[in-house]
């Protein structure tokens, strides 16, 4: 079997994180989540992941050296998931996946996570975060980069996680994959 390297990019709650570690289980592959990193960062500076995100855009750097372990990681061997909404463009031999989730149930499933370092007061303030966050990273990214994260011809296979189980999604990820490296 040829190494499992695959990139999990997608909607905000889409569900990365935890059909990431599904994945990751199934094929012993270590997860490199560049939302962890970045999420600590922000913590580090003082920060939640929305304001960090609008700093990002005047601090390139940050961006680069995150993108750039997804690069080194992509040069290696062995089982990978990059869970990062730039893999797909620079870890370009991963399978590439897009988890899509409308930005109502992203904002219910983030306020009913709970996480440490993302705390909303209702799902109206989580969508009003998310919506911010997700317009600076799709003008980040196309200022740096010149690519458009919302186009879905940059993704092997795009699912759309609402109304099913992380194991469902993994599932139909491992199906598509198969296929992907059966060409």
Known sequence: MSDFKISLAGDLGSGKS????????????????????????AADLGMDVTQFNLYQESH???????????????????NFIFDSRLAWHFAP????????CGLEESAKRIVLEKRNDECYSSVEE??????????????????????????????????????????NVADEIIDGWKKYISK
């Open 18 to 41: 935890t059909v990431g570690k599904i994945l990751g289980e199934k094929f012993g592959a270590e997860i490199i989540s560049v939302g962890k990193i970045q999420r600590k960062m």
């Open 60 to 78: 390139p750097e940050f961006d680069k050296m995150l993108d750039g372990k997804i690069s080194e990681y992509d040069k290696l061997s062995g």
């Open 93 to 100: 031999s991963a399978f590439s996946v897009y988890l899509k």
């Open 126 to 167: 989580a969508k009003e975060k998310i919506t911010k966050r997700r317009k600076s990273e799709k003008e980040r990214y196309l200022s740096f980069y010149g690519v458009d994260i919302t186009d879905m011809s940059n993704y092997d296979l795009v699912v759309d996680t609402i109304g099913k189980t992380p194991d």
